[in-house]
T-cell receptor, first 112, second 115 residues
Framework: DQQVKQNSPSLSVQEGRISILNCDYTNSMFDYFLWYKKYPAEGPTFLISISSIKDKNEDGRFTVFLNKSAKHLSLHIVPSQPGDSAVYFC???????????FGKGTRLHILP | DAGITQSPRHKVTETGTPVTLRCHQT?????MYWYRQDPGHGLRLIHY???????DKGEVSDGYSVSRSKTEDFLLTLESATSSQTSVYFCAIKERPPPYTDTQYFGPGTRLTVL
């Protein structure tokens, strides 16, 4: 059972426009969610997190929105830049759990 | 940078041979994790440790063992490597930065090829 789902394997967005990456989850016990970015031949790097008691968290060009009733979160990148081309992973975790569960990732291509 | 190094960074081995991957951290983190990343599967947890000599299994632990004899080192061993264990392996540590959500930080990875 996939607890965290990223249903779009890839996404292409024009440079300067908004990129929206989506993530759905089934585990209502998650207390927080995280987004990671991964370049080829590098480890994933942490981008932004959100607590389940919030509906929005913003950090510079990155904003994560959480809709608990829909069990859905999204990462908005505005404006999109060439360096944003990477694989993005969504993950969920619980405060009483040592582990986090990752989605399969979405590859974002920023087009010139 | 969470002070995580992995060695080796690349390894090619043959089926049936034992392989040990090392994760080293310099910041005294209690929790350490081993993941594998494969196309179409994302990041899957193999084993993790919550202290010296304290380890537990993850989602894909079959064929792998781990050891943590000191805080800074977490070893992943493939007792008898198989081609299905060809993958990129990532080590991670856990912190709780502001706003105090558990966050994992990853090492650079080890690319393992089993022929």
């Amino acid at each position: 059972d996939q607890q965290v789902k990223q249903n779009s394997p890839s996404l292409s967005v024009q440079e300067g426009r908004i990129s929206i990456l989506n993530c759905d989850y089934t585990n209502s016990m998650f207390d927080y969610f995280l987004w990671y970015k991964k370049y080829p031949a590098e480890g994933p790097t942490f981008l932004i997190s959100i607590s389940s008691i919030k509906d929005k968290n913003e950090d510079g060009r990155f904003t994560v929105f959480l809709n608990k009733s829909a069990k859905h979160l999204s990462l908005h990148i505005v404006p999109s830049q060439p360096g944003d081309s990477a694989v993005y992973f969504c993950a969920g975790g619980g405060n009483r759990d040592d582990k986090i569960i990752f989605g399969k990732g979405t590859r974002l291509h920023i087009l010139p | 940078d969470a002070g995580i190094t992995q060695s080796p960074r690349h390894k090619v081995t043959e089926t049936g041979t034992p392989v040990t991957l090392r994760c080293h951290q310099t910041e005294n983190h209690r929790y350490m994790y081993w993941y594998r990343q494969d196309p179409g599967h994302g990041l899957r947890l193999i084993h993790y440790s919550y202290g010296v000599k304290d380890t537990d299994k993850g989602e894909v632990s079959d064929g792998y063992s781990v050891s943590r004899s000191k805080t800074e080192d977490f070893l992943l061993t493939l007792e008898s490597a198989t081609s299905s264990q060809t993958s990129v392996y990532f080590c991670a540590i856990k912190e709780r930065p502001p706003p105090y959500t558990d966050t994992q930080y990853f090492g650079p990875g080890t690319r393992l090829t089993v022929l």
